[in-house]
């Protein structure tokens, strides 16, 4: 599993694609695109087809999941995960009392698909802390879950305007960059 | 001193207890004038920080107090990086974000070791 995180409009996206790509060519493997996100209003379509339009390059499978992850047990092909806030802010959102049941199956799905998983996410903690409780909830919960993924994932990357900063990982993860 | 700071709910306090050993009290936005144990970490230092008129005084204030508390123990500073978000619309917490700043730069100048963690990964930014 590769973990990939950064702020807004860092780079994250296609370095994670970039890493999919070096890893399916690699392997001879499929390319499998996990979208979370759920188009509710015109700038999230807007923010949707752009994605699309970067990875129109290459051939990619996109399979929608945004609350549950069964589908991705199905597949086989090296899969890009994105991205863990939205997914997060989803199963919030619709299942605010049994959420904690999706993130455990989160967790199992990582660490079933471990050799062939990509997961990107946002860095949203280094901020004054909110003051509306369920803000700070989803921090925290964002923050529990990044922890479980670092410590979990074979290599780890922050990504800040471009600049690929590698926290862990085997050499060979070097590769990507 | 050792600093350690990094992202809120990233893993500094469970990392700053692996670097202790013996006796240790831990202070949460208070930092004491004397203790019983010969370590004392001191978490969420940002929240000590009161609004005044100079956020540079007000650092240097606080900086003090952590300065006389190390010649007596050891004392060890998380601080939650508050830098990088959206500038807060509340005054207070506009120079708390500043003061925070310029304490962590002060920080960072008069500690042993200074180290990021991020998601519970530690990085050294200075000492060994």
Known sequence: MIFISGGVRSGKSAFAETCAQ???ERYQQPLIYAATAVAF???MQQRIQRHQYDRAT?????IEVPYHLQPLYDVDGII???CVTTWVSN?????????HDYIEQFKKLCLH????????????LHEVP???AETEQYRQILGKLHQWLVQESDAAYACTFGHIHQWKGAPTCKDFC | MHFIFGGAYNGKTAYALSQVSGDYTVHTGFIPTTSDTPTIIIRHVEQCIQQAQDEVAEAT???NALTALCTKYDVIVIGNDISRGVVPLDATQRFQRDCAGRLYQMLVQHATNVTQVWYGIPQTIKGE
């Open chain 2, 61 to 63: 204030r606080i900086m």
């Open chain 1, 58 to 62: 290459h051939q990619w499978q996109t």
């Open chain 1, 22 to 24: 070096s890893l399916a």
């Open chain 1, 113 to 124: 698909k471990k050799e062939t998983l990509i997961i990107v996410s946002n860095e949203l």
């Open chain 1, 80 to 82: 890009l995960l994105e």
């Open chain 1, 41 to 43: 209003d015109e700038e």
């Open chain 1, 130 to 132: 909110s003051k509306y």
């Open chain 1, 91 to 99: 199963i919030l959102y619709k299942y605010p009392t049994t959420w």
